[in-house]
């Protein structure tokens, strides 16, 4: 490793791992993360309703990474040189990616997380009815599980806006509420639950409009903030936007910085926050690191290039909505692109893993 510049990645989500992986025949690599796996983040919702799914979509990063350093601790400060870390270490860096999307509260270990999708199983299992409060991706996507792999429990979906997917367009938006009807999956619009009254032993919740709605369990799957409050305190605290996103340039390095990248959600690019896109913004930093690397100016670093909004919301275990750049599709055949395996062994092989 002696003589090979070093790369500090700080974030082990779908972006930074990818990131990590694909910098390590040229670099000395460190990844930090607080947690000692991977999360195939789009495969949360399956493994919640079968949690034997998770045994591949929750990868221990020793696993896919064979020179890199792994660090299991967080990010508290930023200084010119060097990361500092949670447990008090300072990791010295040539370059710096940062890579830390949203909070996420998951444990710090994989077995840990693997017993608790055992019990979200067995919270869905013993309840009759179940009540998922957020009509985002995540909201649509679990009641879709459930009510395929249940389909005698009563599911509720509570949604403050007035058409669910409100990132993709009507017609697709309109399509996934069909399905969800069809199921007989209740969607209540433009009423929200109070997060702060919820709690695990009542089973009756009051909407913003009065409604009461017996359920066994909930879920709340509403948007989760950026995991970038720890960055006020960086040298990069000037580059983060007004929404604490980090502004980055068209290369993907920060701004104001020449040796400092931001990749996935914690970037201001305008596009919808997606996981693929995230390894689209990995490979290319990637591949702007190689060129640094060897000598090259910036003047020849790649750019990145927002592209139409793609979306594909599974449903189920053999249907889907998609919307693609002329069209948008729903049943089967988007079914058959992602709801099987939801991409997992596309992502195990992209890590140099067997599918």
Same mark, same amino acid.
């Given at each position: *490793? +002696?003589?090979?510049?070093?790369?500090?990645?700080? &974030?082990? &989500?779908?972006?930074?791992?990818?990131?990590? /992986?694909? *910098?390590?025949?040229?670099?000395?690599?460190?990844?930090?993360?607080?947690?000692?796996?991977?999360?195939?983040?789009?495969?949360?919702?399956?493994? $919640?309703?079968?949690?034997?799914? +998770?045994?591949? !979509?929750?990868?221990?990063?020793?696993?896919?990474?064979?020179?890199?350093?792994?660090?299991?601790?967080? +990010?508290?400060?930023?200084?010119?040189?060097?990361?500092?870390?949670?447990?008090?270490?300072?990791?010295?860096?040539?370059?710096?990616?940062?890579?830390?999307?949203?909070?996420?509260?998951? =444990?710090?270990?994989?077995?840990?997380?693997?017993?608790?999708?055992?019990?979200?199983?067995?919270?869905?299992?013993?309840?009759?009815?179940?009540?998922?409060?957020?009509?985002?991706?995540?909201?649509?996507?679990? +009641?879709?599980? #459930?009510?395929?792999?249940? =389909?005698?429990?009563?599911?509720?979906?509570?949604?403050?806006?007035?058409?669910?997917?409100?990132?993709?367009?009507?017609?697709?938006?309109?399509?996934?509420?069909?399905?969800?009807?069809?199921?007989?999956?209740?969607?209540?619009?433009?009423? !929200?639950?109070?997060?702060? !009254?919820?709690?695990?032993?009542?089973?009756?919740? /009051?909407?913003?409009?009065?409604?009461? #709605?017996?359920?066994?369990?909930?879920?709340?799957?509403?948007?989760?903030?950026?995991?970038?409050?720890?960055?006020?305190?960086?040298?990069? /605290?000037?580059? %983060?936007?007004?929404? &604490?996103?980090? $502004?980055?340039?068209?290369?993907?390095?920060?701004?104001?910085?020449?040796?400092?990248?931001?990749?996935?959600?914690?970037?201001?690019?305008?596009? #919808?926050?997606?996981?693929?896109?995230?390894?689209?913004?990995?490979?290319?930093? @990637?591949?702007?690191?190689?060129?640094?690397?060897?000598?090259?100016?910036?003047? /020849?670093? &790649?750019?990145?290039?927002?592209?139409?909004?793609?979306?594909?919301?599974?449903?189920?275990?053999?249907? @889907?909505?998609?919307?693609?750049?002329?069209?948008?599709?729903?049943?089967? #055949?988007?079914?058959? %692109?992602? !709801?099987?395996?939801?991409?997992?062994?596309?992502?195990?092989?992209? $890590?140099?893993?067997?599918?």
């Amino acid at each position: *490793m +002696a003589g090979k510049p070093r790369v500090v990645v700080v &974030g082990g &989500g779908i972006g930074g791992a990818l990131l990590a /992986k694909t *910098m390590e025949p040229d670099a000395d690599v460190v990844l930090l993360d607080p947690k000692d796996y991977l999360e195939i983040s789009w495969a949360e919702l399956r493994s $919640m309703v079968e949690p034997s799914f +998770a045994e591949r !979509s929750l990868i221990y990063h020793k696993s896919y990474l064979t020179a890199a350093t792994i660090v299991k601790s967080s +990010a508290v400060n930023i200084t010119e040189h060097a990361v500092l870390t949670a447990d008090g270490q300072s990791l010295a860096y040539d370059y710096l990616v940062v890579a830390t999307g949203h909070v996420l509260a998951s =444990p710090g270990s994989r077995t840990d997380r693997l017993t608790e999708f055992q019990k979200e199983n067995g919270k869905i299992k013993s309840a009759k009815s179940v009540l998922i409060i957020g009509g985002g991706p995540t909201g649509v996507e679990l +009641a879709g599980e #459930i009510a395929v792999d249940y =389909p005698d429990k009563k599911v509720t979906l509570v949604h403050r806006g007035s058409r669910l997917l409100e990132f993709i367009d009507q017609k697709a938006s309109k399509k996934c509420l069909d399905w969800l009807t069809s199921k007989k999956v209740d969607v209540l619009f433009k009423q !929200s639950v109070d997060l702060d !009254s919820l709690s695990n032993t009542e089973n009756s919740y /009051k909407t913003s409009s009065g409604e009461t #709605i017996t359920a066994d369990c909930h879920f709340v799957c509403i948007g989760k903030p950026l995991s970038s409050s720890w960055l006020h305190d960086t040298i990069l /605290k000037e580059s %983060l936007d007004n929404k &604490g996103r980090l $502004m980055v340039e068209k290369d993907l390095r920060v701004k104001g910085y020449n040796n400092v990248f931001a990749i996935g959600d914690i970037t201001d690019i305008p596009e #919808i926050k997606q996981g693929y896109l995230a390894q689209k913004h990995a490979l290319l930093v @990637a591949k702007n690191l190689k060129l640094l690397i060897k000598g090259s100016p910036a003047s /020849k670093l &790649g750019t990145y290039c927002p592209g139409f909004p793609l979306a594909i919301v599974s449903l189920g275990r053999k249907e @889907a909505v998609a919307q693609l750049p002329f069209v948008t599709l729903s049943g089967r #055949i988007p079914g058959i %692109l992602k !709801s099987g395996d939801l991409f997992v062994g596309k992502t195990r092989k992209q $890590m140099g893993l067997g599918a």
